[in-house]
Every structure is written in C-alpha cells, then in structure tokens.
C-alpha cells in the first residue's frame, strides 16, 4: 500500500529477498509499493526537425515491462519535415520512416501503455518532452537521479552520470557501441536492470522522505 510505513516496506522487502535466496537468478517478482505489472521502462529515439535541424523530435519509442520484455516497439512520423536524422545517435534512417505510424497515433497509443504506470527511464524527461507529455514526478523513476546507483557505481552523487557509462560499470554491459545509433529497446532494458538493482533501498528511501497523511 502507498501508505504504508517505511519500516513494514523494509520488513516486506526483507521477506522478499529471504522468499528469493532458493532462486538461481534471484530477480524479484514483487514491489513495496505496487506489482510488478506496474512497472515499464521507456526510451525514444529523437530526429532533427524545423530550422537546421535543432529542434527534436520523436521518431521511435520503445516500452518494456519489469521483466525487460517489448511491449512497444514503433517508429514514428515526425510532425514536421525531418532535416536530420541524426542517425549516429538515434540509429534511424530514411528507410525506417517508411513504416512509421504518425505521431498523434503513436502518443496515444504510449499514453495507454503508461497510464496508472511507475515509468523508468534515464534523463527521461527528454522521453517525455518528445511525447508532449508530463507523467506524475512520483511514478516517475529516472536512473540518472537515483543517487544510490551513483554510489554503487562509485561515481560522485552530483555527477550528471550516462546510461552507458552506468551500465558499464554496475551491469558490466557494453550499450550503445559503433556508428549505427542507439537502440531504444535495448537502452529501455538497460534502465529497468538498473533500477531493479537498487529497487529495494530505493523504494524504502523514497517511501521515508514522503510527507505524513493526515489522520
């Protein structure tokens, strides 16, 4: 329950995680706060639109689940001309556009999947400014604000930290490697695995810095 007390959070979590010792992959199938089936993590890839390019764009968005399974997975028509498309990073060319489905079709389609949702997602914010969306900040989950990742991976609290370079050193996983872009499927998973890493302490810290409810 959202209300309960940060004390029985960390008691469920420690049953959670003696429920789990028996497991070969000791991933968790439960949350504090909400069932799994209420997590997905999220990543878009951005074009260049509007004059020299500058302004971006949504041109792919992919969603997974807490187990890191596609649920979504689509290219998408910008609304405006595409001037570049940044394909070093974003990994899309002109033919992916070719079965791109158009933007006001794709955002409602993604806000369906993200409603009465916990989203995970690095520097996500870029995600949903590139839906024209804003998700309520606390069912929101950015990897590059959780402050125990940064601590994990050795790393200064206050640093402005990549998904790569996290992935690197917590999941000892190579990301977003040679010319042909990033792939939002695989940079999605990457910010569930490392959210799923810190779950426990995380949730707990989240669930003791909330305010009190009133009587």
Not at 16 to 26: A, H, I, R, W, Y
Not at 155 to 168: E, G, M, N, T, Y
Not at 203 to 213: G, K
Request: charged share 25%.
């Amino acid at each position: 329950s959202p209300s309960a007390s940060p004390d029985s959070i960390a008691r469920h979590h420690s049953v959670l995680l003696s429920q789990e010792n028996g497991s070969s992959k000791g991933v968790r199938t439960s949350s504090p706060l909400l069932r799994p089936g209420k997590y997905v993590a999220i990543d878009c890839e951005m074009v260049g639109t509007g004059p020299r390019g500058r302004q971006s764009e949504l041109a792919r968005c992919s969603v997974v689940n807490y187990e890191g399974d596609v649920i979504y997975d689509k290219y998408v028509q910008p609304e405006l001309p595409i001037v570049d498309y940044r394909t070093r990073w974003s990994g899309i060319t002109k033919q992916h556009m070719k079965s791109a489905i158009p933007f006001k079709t794709a955002q409602a389609e993604i806000l369906k999947i993200l409603k009465d949702k916990i989203v995970v997602g690095h520097a996500i914010h870029h995600d949903f400014q590139a839906l024209k969306y804003f998700h309520p900040k606390d069912r929101t989950r950015d990897t590059s604000q959780i402050p125990v990742l940064k601590q994990k991976a050795g790393l200064p609290i206050k640093a402005s930290v990549s998904l790569k370079s996290l992935a690197r050193h917590l999941l000892r996983k190579k990301i977003q490697v040679g010319c042909t872009g990033h792939s939002s499927v695989e940079d999605a998973q990457t910010a569930m695995e490392l959210y799923r890493l810190v779950e426990v302490q995380w949730e707990t810290e989240l669930a003791r810095s909330l305010p009190p409810r009133p009587p």
